[in-house]
């Protein structure tokens, strides 16, 4: 195990050997100087994780000493030594700097407890750094991938609203298109990114409470108020307020909202005065909110308030050029989570994906790729475990294009590739007439039927009942 390195720093040898002794003793590595020009020929050799330094030294002020490592090594820890009639300085050195300080005479336990502390300290600081940067790693703008010219812009409004300090962002996009992610983007990439980034779920939290975790309460505010609560606003305080779902916040509410938007106050049930606020406000829904406007299920006033900056995310089905980066991306992932080694995915497979249209986006490719990922054998990703429905689809426009070639000769070329006639054609129709051919083929026997298509027996029904197709003979799965 790597000792810590310790450098003591006194004009008196009694103390050096005394200090340099205990911490030996203790496991520590542990270097000694007397004078100013040791210390910092030491210094720079035995690079110190901790200097304990006289404040007065025969030729250098202790004080200055300090500053002079700090700029060298800023997460140097510095324990000033000073008889107490120098309590000044030692007060003088904290301020600028110091983390701690011992007063001679001194107690030999105490010290050694003082040193274990502020190694912990350190320990506990590392951390918290690794974690600040795991979460800013964690939603960098590399976690929102792509390379479209809808992700391009989505990029640049990012940047744009974490620069410049945007009290008020509204995020718009259908379920499953990382609006959580652009919003912990926002302010993980802000001067507000050491301060809180609170979430709350308009839609989870029943009307009543809602306020309540929001602003809080005082004691005795309700029956149940047994002492006074800050909510998720006086939290947050600096830093940034998820309003995620804002399309389900109840009328009532929005008007508390926009009180605290135009204020930078609010007030906290059975409160009597208000209290100032300094937060960034993110507010997502996956609704239309002009159109809730002339309905008037959502305010107009606060709309308008919202939409300032605004960041609509474009659905998966709209960017699928964008397909080949994250499934990349979802394999490096998911290898780490389950400890896999899947190379890729394979040609088939790609297609097969961008076929679908993804109506759950970003969080269903990231679902079905975490599926076939647990259950695929070998290092290249197949189509064979995703979820019947990502085949089926494929499997249908598959079939489509046969019945192009029996329908229509003229629309294939010599290669044997279907083109579109120029007054176009519809899949459905095209996916329907199939139908109709497999079930007359297999007189209305569906299992056989959805044999042949390529698809399950309940796809098969599913879309009968889509389609309002009368079914013909028998329906068996016997046969």
């Not at 909510?231 to 998820?242: C, D, K, N, R, S």
């Not at 605290?260 to 937060?279: A, H, K, M, T, Y």
């Not at 007439?433 to 042949?452: D, M, P, S, V, Y």
Request: a negative charge; glycine letters at 6%.
């Amino acid at each position: 195990m790597r000792k810590h390195r310790i450098l003591i720093v006194d004009d008196e040898k009694l103390v050096c050997w005394s200090l340099s002794q205990m911490l030996m003793d203790s496991g520590f590595s542990v270097e000694t100087a007397m004078s100013g020009a040791e210390d910092r020929e030491k210094f720079k050799e035995f690079r110190p994780e901790m200097i304990l330094l006289d404040v007065r030294l025969p030729d250098a002020n202790g004080v200055d000493l300090l500053g002079e490592f700090k700029e060298q090594d800023e997460d140097v820890f510095v324990v000033m030594i000073t008889a107490y009639a120098d309590a000044d300085s030692a007060v003088n050195a904290l301020k600028i700097g110091a983390d701690d300080y011992i007063g001679k005479p001194f107690d030999i336990d105490n010290i050694k407890h003082i040193v274990e502390q502020s190694f912990e300290k350190k320990k506990l600081r590392k951390e918290v750094d690794f974690f600040s940067r795991e979460q800013r790693k964690k939603y960098d703008y590399d976690n929102l991938i792509g390379n479209s010219p809808k992700m391009i812009d989505i990029f640049k409004m990012i940047k744009v609203c974490a620069e410049t300090d945007a009290k008020i962002v509204l995020v718009l996009g259908e379920s499953g298109t990382g609006k959580q992610l652009v919003a912990r983007a926002i302010h993980y990439h802000s001067a507000r990114s050491q301060e809180p980034f609170i979430e709350i779920n308009c839609a989870a939290i029943p009307d009543n409470l809602l306020e309540n975790e929001l602003f809080g309460h005082e004691r005795g505010a309700y029956t149940d108020a047994s002492k006074t609560h800050k909510g998720i606003f006086e939290a947050a305080q600096g830093g940034t307020v998820f309003l995620d779902e804002i399309g389900d916040m109840p009328l009532s509410m929005q008007a508390k909202i926009l009180k605290v938007i135009d204020s930078q106050e609010f007030r906290r049930l059975g409160g009597s005065r208000d209290i100032d606020v300094d937060v960034r406000i993110i507010a997502a829904t996956n609704q239309d909110l002009p159109a809730m406007v002339k309905e008037n299920t959502f305010r107009a006033d606060l709309f308008f308030r919202l939409n300032v900056m605004s960041i609509p995310l474009a659905p998966l089905r709209e960017r699928k050029e964008d397909l080949p980066a994250l499934t990349n991306y979802f394999i490096g992932r998911l290898n780490e989570e389950y400890g896999r080694s899947v190379e890729g995915v394979s040609p088939e497979a790609l297609d097969c994906l961008k076929r679908y249209d993804w109506p759950g986006n970003v969080r269903e490719l990231r679902n079905s790729m975490e599926r076939a990922m647990m259950l695929e054998p070998g290092t290249s990703l197949t189509h064979t475990f995703f979820s019947h429905k990502i085949r089926d689809c494929a499997s249908a426009d598959t079939a489509s294009g046969q019945f192009g070639v029996q329908q229509n000769i003229q629309s294939v070329d010599q290669n044997g590739y279907i083109k579109l006639p120029p007054e176009g054609i519809s899949i459905e129709e095209v996916e329907k007439k199939l139908i109709e051919q497999a079930l007359e083929r297999f007189n209305g026997n569906q299992t056989k039927a959805a044999k042949c298509l390529k698809m399950s027996r309940d796809t098969l029904r599913y879309r009968i009942k889509k389609f309002g197709m009368q079914t013909i003979g028998r329906d068996s799965s016997f046969d």
